[in-house]
């Protein structure tokens, strides 16, 4: 069963960077308005994800990392939700079947931090019981020796210094998905930090602070009617305009319902509108966060498989593309 384990954990964990994607994804919903990210060796040997935010109760420490443990169904009707944000309850789990997992946590009405290690799933059977620490408000998830039960994953990934560039690239993403957040991104025990973005900042400071004042001078803000018929509630996002002559291509960047993806109809779409209007070779910045109804959101797509499958898909990839069109044709050159 134990093998079983690790192998289902090591395709939900692909990298340390997938890891994080699940631990920031956990830290934005518990409330945080900041999250501190450090790793070792790429976040291979460490990675550690502290937040200032809901923190998790005493009662449930023991569950946590429990598969299908999660405290985000919380009434019927939200079963029927659950697309939308892919499987519930399986990154903690998974984690903690392919690295050792410890957190020290304090929810506001705890008078205390407490912290416990986890093993396989449950907690650390040396330590089984949660120990009193002093702590502020928050989560601090710590993850180290990524794979260390995993030899071949190991020996799949490239170099650190990948992993941790892989890592920034994650960090980055979230930062400009969630702006009400102040992130911070660095090598465990250095000083300077790669990423440090207030939480004040708006989205096109963050692009600027990341990818460049090429790009971010040249950045139109996109904000898409709703079309309720089609399940599209939100659709807003940055593009660069047609005097963007970088050469420098960053693939388009796609959140649906709070979740970074990969979206291929999109993605298309968008290139053969940006081809009638940028230089051939010349790649646009592109960030859309789009909230659907999650109805609409393909149950059965696992959630590292990053492609997502929704109803609608065509009309709404029409609908986001033409307003993009509208929007390049109507920048002066
Ligand atoms: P899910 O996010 O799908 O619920 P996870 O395995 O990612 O499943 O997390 C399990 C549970 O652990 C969450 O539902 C939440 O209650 C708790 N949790 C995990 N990380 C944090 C965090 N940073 N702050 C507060 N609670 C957390
Ligand atoms: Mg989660």
Redesign the pocket.
Known sequence: EAVVNRIAAGEVVLAPSSALK??L???I??Q?TSIDVACKEGGLKLLQ?T?N????AKD?LAI??ERF????LRKFEDLQHIAS??????????ISHIAHVS?V?KTRDSPCAWKCRYEAGRLDLRTPEPQPVAGTD??T?VVEDLFYNFPSRLHSLRSPAEEYAKIVDIVSKYAIHATHVGFTCKKYGTAANDIALRSGMSQKERVRAIYGSAVASQLLELDVEPHTDYGLLKCTGLITNVNYDNKKSTPPIFFINGRLVSCDPLRRAIAQTYSTYLPKGHKPFVFLSLELDTVNVDVNVHPTKQEVRFLFEDEIVDHVTQKIAQILANTDV
Do not use: M, Q
Request: with cysteine; hydrophobic share 35%.
């Open positions: 699940e631990l994804e956990n830290s919903d518990a945080a994800i937040d935010g809901v923190g998790i449930d946590v990392c443990t999660t405290s985000k944000y892919g499987f519930r309850g399986e990154a903690l789990a998974s957190l946590t928050g989560t998830l």
